[in-house]
């Protein structure tokens, strides 16, 4: 018999099983208006890698935007809750969040639930017809009050609290002077 002996060398690699980052952060956020805070999004890797945050869509990824490192996500502009921005209009923000490791990702979709604030101002009219005097907040900022805009009348040392519609700058407080001078 011909007995040939060979030494075969193997070599065998660890390969790191990597397992896909995992959300700890809720999926539904409530945020108060005129504000650009909206949520700050949360994973965990079992693989202890570092993870990169990205907004991967949904109907309003091009309202917000999300910081890669830390996964605040913050909309571009104060959403207001009486004239909502969303693609709806309807005061829910949805986007997908992406959490990606060095082999794998994660996604989750997101809702951002847009929440009403009391908007108030109070003052006092100082000259000219102070007392029952008509404060309003001129919605379509025509310089007259309409029906359906908010108002209130000052009392009679002028001082008035009126509850407002918009936060918007394009809907300003104005006075009637139609009061009494004291």
């Given at each position: 018999?011909?007995a040939?002996?060979k030494?075969i060398?193997?070599?065998v690699?660890?390969?790191?099983?990597s397992?896909p980052?995992?959300?700890t952060s809720?999926?539904v956020f409530?945020?108060?208006?005129?504000s650009?805070?909206?949520?700050t999004?949360?994973?965990?890797?079992a693989?202890?890698?570092?993870?990169?945050?990205?907004l991967?869509?949904?109907?309003?990824?091009?309202?917000l935007r999300?910081?890669?490192?830390?996964?605040?996500?913050?909309f571009?502009?104060?959403?207001?809750y009486?004239?909502p921005s969303?693609?709806?209009?309807d005061?829910?923000?949805?986007?997908?969040v992406?959490?990606?490791?060095?082999?794998?990702?994660?996604s989750?979709?997101?809702?951002?639930?847009?929440?009403d604030?009391?908007e108030?101002?109070?003052?006092?009219?100082?000259?000219?017809?102070l007392?029952g005097?008509?404060v309003?907040?001129d919605?379509?900022?025509n310089g007259?009050?309409d029906?359906?805009?908010?108002?209130t009348?000052?009392e009679t040392?002028?001082?008035?609290?009126?509850?407002?519609?918009?936060a918007?700058p394009?809907?300003?407080?104005?006075v009637v002077?139609?009061?009494?001078?004291i």
């Open positions: 018999t011909n040939n002996a030494t060398l193997v070599s690699t660890d390969v790191a099983d397992e980052p995992k959300f809720d999926s409530t945020v108060k208006e005129n650009t805070s909206a949520a999004i949360s994973a965990s890797d693989d202890g890698d570092t993870l990169i945050y990205r991967a869509g949904g109907n309003d990824a091009s309202k999300i910081d890669e490192g830390t996964g605040t996500l913050t571009l502009s104060a959403p207001d009486e004239t969303d693609t709806n209009e005061g829910v923000y949805d986007v997908i992406t959490a990606t490791d060095n082999y794998e990702s994660t989750q979709s997101i809702t951002i639930v847009l929440a604030v009391n108030t101002v109070k003052g006092v009219l100082i000259d000219g017809y007392g005097a008509t309003f907040q919605l379509n900022n007259a009050y029906s359906g805009e908010p108002y009348t000052s040392l002028g001082n008035f609290t009126l509850n407002l519609a918009s918007s394009d809907a300003p407080v104005r002077n139609s009061g009494f001078d």
